[in-house]
């Protein structure tokens, strides 16, 4: 039977490729914790394998048989929300159905029963406190989806399992790892009565907080390879930068890519096909149009407001690296959803290309509906675009909607840049793609549009540079610093057809005259249109 790319759940060795669950955090260091009798969290985003690497752990542990190792994932207790007890009582029962797994019998069934049957408050430490006294050997327990609670009921079950930390290991667990995408320090937990705390506060014990990482390339190439050695289907070295910048690492997204070009692209079944490039090209615009669960929860986290506050100035150019207005708590919510990387020495920035492209094409997407350009207007004979043509266009549109249009978005901010992008979306989507460079501190985005003039992979492309600028201060200066920028961007891509300089200019007190405009300049033996909006 033929392994496949997961996407969805645990890995399962005998049928996926898999990268070694226990080879992707530091196992010594997590060994050495359990040996400490210390509780600590492991946190990363949705979908980077935190489950297959802790059921990895519990195999493991087991094995060894030093330990009783337990993974339970209370995410079912999320419905009962502030229902303190309803969630203690699912979580007992979780407990004691995968210790029962483990274990093979029914002792931990047997202790459940006879501790509800006391109606306490403390009905989850005392239940893990009689488990503990009544095992042969220490519980090391792997509690997933912690942060799926919320309110009252989070705060009870992180108080009773801190109330038993003294009597460890005899008594009470020896190690409790809690799992979840944020670490339990960065929690508010708005209680019943309004209060807020912090999940500091009410699990003080936590020694360490570990963080499980993405792919390395290294981890990319061999995942990949493992296909190439079960079927004989050859990826193209050129493939794997490729993969790199789309995905930097993440878990699912690698994966995703990787059933993409070699299962959903029906012509690629065949394995005798060779992957390249250009098919990885259309697995990601497959997989951005598509909108799979992965790609549809980060839409949904673009509405929360303190996403917002942190991706807004990404997307608007904005000048300074933190202009010390966005709470740091925002900023580590967003970077524990993976939405975002932060690097010692340099600005924040978008995780990866596919987030990069995801961003501003869905916060246009009712825009880009309704926008009535049709592509074939703007090609010229060779099916190249007519970049002229197109931006002559836009700035009539810009000039004719731009405050009605950029009123719509909830990325006010970003209006101008994410209104291009719209216009140009629609254009390309006619066969094309836009690759997308911005971040806080850049002070422009830059744009490649990528068009194919055959339908034959491996053809000729068209390659155009926009560069998108706000218009702070003085044009001239503006225009010069732009000019570098853009000339430094074709450098960059290199093999470029034609190069685009677009200022917006937000002045309020000047007139549609005094901002539409556009001029040839030449720098560094390269003409560039610069165009004013």
């Known amino acids: 039977m033929e392994k496949f790319f997961n996407t969805a759940g645990p890995q399962i060795p005998e049928l996926n490729y898999t990268i070694d669950p226990l080879t992707r955090f530091d196992l010594e260091e997590v060994l050495m914790l359990i040996r400490q009798q210390r509780y600590f969290v492991m946190h990363a985003p949705r979908q980077t394998g935190k489950t297959s690497c802790m059921l990895a752990l519990r195999d493991y542990l087991n094995k060894e048989d030093d330990y009783i190792a337990v993974y339970a994932n209370v995410e079912g207790g999320q419905a009962a929300r502030n229902e303190r007890d309803a969630v203690v009582r699912s979580t007992c029962d979780t407990l004691a159905e995968q210790f029962r797994l483990v274990l093979g019998n029914d002792l931990p069934l047997q202790i459940r029963d ?13 239940y893990l406190r009689r488990l503990s006294e009544s095992l042969p050997k220490p519980i090391v327990l792997i509690i997933d989806e912690i942060d799926a609670l919320v309110g009252d009921s989070l705060v009870a079950l992180l108080r009773q399992i801190r109330s038993g930390y003294a009597d ?21 937990i708005v209680l019943s009565n309004q209060d ?8 003080n014990i936590k020694t360490e907080s570990l963080r499980l990482g993405n792919f390395s390339k290294e981890e990319i190439h061999e995942l990949y390879m493992q296909h190439t050695q079960e079927t004989g289907q050859v990826f193209d070295e050129a493939c794997f930068p490729m993969v790199w910048d789309a995905t930097e690492g993440q878990p699912w997204l690698v994966n995703a890519l990787g059933r993409e ?24 615009e497959n997989l951005i149009y598509r909108r799979d669960t992965h790609i549809d929860i980060l839409i949904d986290k673009l509405e929360e407001p303190r996403v917002r506050r942190v991706i807004e100035p990404m997307l608007a150019n904005s000048e300074e690296a933190d202009d010390g207005l966005i709470p740091t708590d925002d900023i ?11 690097e010692r ?6 995780a990866n290309g596919i987030y990069r492209e995801i961003i501003p094409r869905e916060l246009t997407w009712s825009t880009q509906d309704t926008l009535s350009q049709q592509p074939q207007w703007y090609q010229n004979p060779d099916n190249s675009i007519n970049m002229e043509k197109l931006l002559l266009d836009f700035q009539q549109f810009f000039r004719q909607n731009a405050d009605a249009w950029i009123g719509r978005f909830d990325y006010a901010e ?46 000729p492309v068209q390659r155009v540079v926009l560069e998108l600028k706000i218009k702070r201060g003085d044009l001239d200066k503006v225009i010069e610093e732009g000019l570098e920028q853009t ?10 057809d034609e190069g685009h300089l677009i200022i917006f200019d937000r002045t309020q007190e000047k007139t549609w005259d005094e901002r539409i405009w556009h001029k040839p300049y030449e720098y560094e033996g390269r003409k560039i249109m610069v165009w004013g909006m």
């Open 261 to 284: 070009v070699t299962y959903k692209m029906r012509e690629n079944r065949d394995r005798s096909v060779r992957i390249i490039p250009e098919m990885i090209d259309k697995a990601i």
């Open 196 to 203: 807020i705390i912090t999940g500091g506060s009410a699990f």
């Open 414 to 459: 970003a209006g101008p840049q994410l209104l291009l992008q719209a216009f140009l979306q629609r254009i390309v989507n006619g066969g094309g793609y836009i690759d997308r460079e911005y971040g806080l501190g850049r002070k422009r985005t830059d744009l490649l549009i990528r068009k194919p003039l055959t339908d034959h992979y491996g053809g």
């Open 168 to 188: 460890r290991p005899k008594a009470f667990p020896q190690t409790i790892i809690l799992c979840g995408v944020r670490d339990v320090r960065d929690y508010r």
């Open 345 to 350: 020495g340099k600005p924040r920035r978008i």
């Open 114 to 126: 006879e501790v509800r049957k006391l109606e306490t408050d403390s009905m989850l430490s005392i």
């Open 332 to 342: 580590q919510y967003v970077e524990d959803m993976g939405l975002i990387k932060r």
């Open 487 to 496: 000339v430094g961007y074709m450098d960059l891509v290199g093999s470029v």
